[in-house]
């Protein structure tokens, strides 16, 4: 199986939607630890309770970035974790970072992109009037939400939506995603070539009959 860390920042609402699909012994990735740069963090007590390893980083008792990232890659590897999953997650990672996990790490940002980079997604796209919004699984790389994409979910925008009833939407569909995608890499149905992802041609139909 796919050894994974999942790192949090905050709910951790995502983390535990790859945590409850990798409960299921068919699943082909096993959740080695959550790890957290804040103490606080609300995914941590879920994590507990379903016996998952749950660490703290805290980047604030770290002197530099560099030390910071030290201590968690120090922190994964411990946990014999090979691939690494950002779930809200909201520190920037170093290109070193980057490097050390180069086609390891992937993170779910909730917007189609290349579309609405960076924060406050929901707000920009109810702003420009789109009547599509989404989330997009996506391998990471030096620049901010950019990198191959992996997989995307798409919901409507709908009259009257707010940034949170958007938000709300989107986030269901990003349970459903993150899952997916992992469980495509693990079973080698998504292969990272250069810099595109290339989907295996029944897992493409898969993909379809979940949206
Ligand atoms: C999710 O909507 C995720 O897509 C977003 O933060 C939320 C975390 O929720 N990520 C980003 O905005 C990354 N730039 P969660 O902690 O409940 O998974």
Same mark, same amino acid.
């Given at each position: 199986?796919?050894?994974? %860390?999942?790192?949090?920042?905050?709910?951790?609402?995502?983390?535990?939607?790859?945590?409850?699909?990798?409960?299921? &012994?068919?699943? &082909?990735?096993?959740?080695?630890?959550?790890?957290?740069?804040?103490?606080?963090?609300?995914?941590?007590?879920?994590?507990?309770?379903?016996?998952? +390893?749950? @660490?703290?980083?805290?980047?604030? !008792?770290? !002197?530099?970035?560099?030390?910071?990232?030290?201590?968690? /890659?120090?922190?994964?590897?411990? #946990? %014999?974790?090979?691939? @690494?999953?950002?779930?809200?997650?909201?520190?920037? @990672?170093? +290109?070193?970072?980057?490097?050390?996990? #180069?086609?390891?790490?992937?993170?779910?940002? &909730?917007?189609?992109?290349?579309?609405?980079?960076?924060? #406050?997604?929901?707000?920009?796209?109810?702003?420009?009037?789109?009547?599509?919004?989404?989330?997009? $699984?996506?391998?990471?790389?030096?620049?901010?939400?950019?990198?191959?994409?992996?997989?995307?979910?798409? @919901?409507? $925008?709908?009259?009257?939506?707010? &940034?949170?009833?958007?938000?709300?939407?989107?986030?269901?569909?990003?349970?459903?995603?993150?899952?997916?995608? $992992?469980?495509?890499?693990?079973?080698?149905?998504?292969?990272?070539?250069?810099?595109?992802?290339? /989907?295996? +041609?029944? !897992?493409?139909?898969?993909?379809?009959?979940?949206?």
């Amino acid at each position: 199986k796919l050894k994974v %860390g999942i790192l949090i920042s905050g709910r951790g609402s995502n983390m535990a939607a790859l945590v409850e699909a990798a409960q299921d &012994p068919a699943f &082909p990735a096993e959740i080695c630890c959550v790890l957290s740069n804040r103490p606080d963090a609300k995914g941590l007590d879920f994590a507990r309770a379903r016996g998952i +390893p749950a @660490v703290v980083v805290d980047h604030k !008792a770290h !002197a530099s970035k560099a030390e910071f990232e030290a201590a968690v /890659i120090d922190a994964l590897v411990a #946990h %014999g974790v090979d691939f @690494v999953c950002l779930a809200g997650f909201m520190r920037i @990672v170093s +290109p070193a970072f980057i490097e050390r996990w #180069h086609n390891r790490l992937i993170n779910i940002h &909730p917007s189609l992109l290349p579309s609405y980079k960076g924060l #406050h997604t929901h707000e920009r796209a109810i702003a420009d009037g789109v009547k599509l919004a989404g989330c997009t $699984v996506h391998f990471v790389r030096a620049e901010m939400d950019a990198g191959p994409i992996v997989a995307q979910a798409a @919901v409507p $925008v709908v009259a009257g939506d707010t &940034p949170d009833s958007l938000a709300a939407r989107i986030l269901t569909a990003e349970h459903r995603l993150y899952p997916l995608a $992992v469980r495509l890499i693990a079973e080698g149905k998504a292969k990272i070539t250069g810099e595109r992802v290339e /989907i295996a +041609p029944g !897992a493409v139909d898969e993909t379809a009959r979940l949206f």
